[in-house]
């Protein structure tokens, strides 16, 4: 998964370990929300592209949306804020939107491929 970077080529936040204890939950928490206007999860269709959650349990997403005049642009960072907030153990959550990298079908995830019948 491409991750989003600043120009000195850093991420533009670090992505925590996959072994914190809340990380699978939180990808868990992702899988629940989906775009309207395409049947598979938010995740699988790579629209995550960063989780960080720091050592108080607090959880910072960076996402994207497969275009930028989606039409729910505006609801669904809550969406995924109210999936992920829901969790025990999740002191807070804030998710950060950005467009660069854009999208690509690249991103998604062979189950979101199969899904859609691309393979």
Same mark, same amino acid.
């Given at each position: ?25 939180? /990808?868990?928490?992702?899988? =629940?929300?989906?775009? %309207?206007?395409? #049947? &598979?999860?938010?995740?699988?269709? @790579? ?11 607090? /959880?910072?997403?960076?996402? =994207?949306?497969?275009? %930028?005049?989606? #039409? &729910?642009?505006?609801?669904?960072? @809550? ?41």
């Amino acid at each position: 998964m491409t991750q989003p970077q600043t120009t000195e080529g850093e991420p533009l936040i670090a992505p925590s370990s996959v072994d914190h204890p809340l990380y699978e939950s939180v /990808v868990e928490a992702c899988r =629940t929300v989906y775009d %309207p206007e395409i #049947p &598979v999860n938010i995740f699988d269709l @790579g629209l995550i592209y960063t989780i960080a959650i720091d050592d108080t349990n607090a /959880v910072r997403i960076m996402m =994207t949306l497969t275009a %930028p005049g989606c #039409p &729910v642009a505006g609801e669904m960072p @809550g969406w995924v804020a109210d999936a992920v907030s829901a969790l025990a153990g999740v002191r807070q959550v804030d998710v950060d939107m950005t467009f660069q990298p854009p999208w690509g079908m690249e991103m998604m995830s062979d189950e979101a491929r199969l899904e859609l019948g691309f393979i």
